[in-house]
């Protein structure tokens, strides 16, 4: 079992940066594949980024590939998302969430048992 507890989101102006961080707790972490999602007012909540228990497998959904990186330290058992040239649709509840690889489910909030509590993320027009 792992805990995840999110940090590092806040309000910032379109075009600009954020750096969210996801925390685990239990040594599972390093064995599980992590992923970020989002979920805005009134829709459901949707794939951002996921990165393998190795940090050497990447994937992203097409609205962020190229403005967002995911990473992880496992010695620190933390994963990150940089994010970067904000939009305004950005805005959003992040959440991180990590398991064992589960394939293209891990894609979907359904591959995924272990889930922090959210971080707002707000990005002013």
């Known amino acids: 079992q792992v805990q995840l507890v999110e940090s590092g989101g806040g309000l910032v102006q379109a075009g600009g940066s954020l750096r969210l961080s996801c925390a685990a707790s239990g040594r599972a972490f390093s064995y599980y594949a992590m992923g970020w999602f989002r979920q805005a007012p009134g829709k459901e909540r949707e794939f951002v980024a996921y990165i393998g228990w190795r940090g050497d497998n990447e994937y992203y959904s097409d609205s962020v590939k190229g403005r967002f990186t995911i990473s992880r330290d496992n010695a620190k058992n933390t994963v990150y998302l940089q994010m970067d040239s904000l939009k305004p649709d950005d805005t959003a509840v992040y959440y991180c969430?990590?398991?064992?690889?589960?394939?293209?489910?891990?894609?979907?909030?359904?591959?995924?048992?272990?889930w922090g509590q959210g971080t707002q993320v707000t990005v002013s027009s």
């Open positions: 969430a990590g398991d064992y690889s589960a394939g293209a489910a891990s894609y979907t909030p359904e591959g995924y048992r272990y």
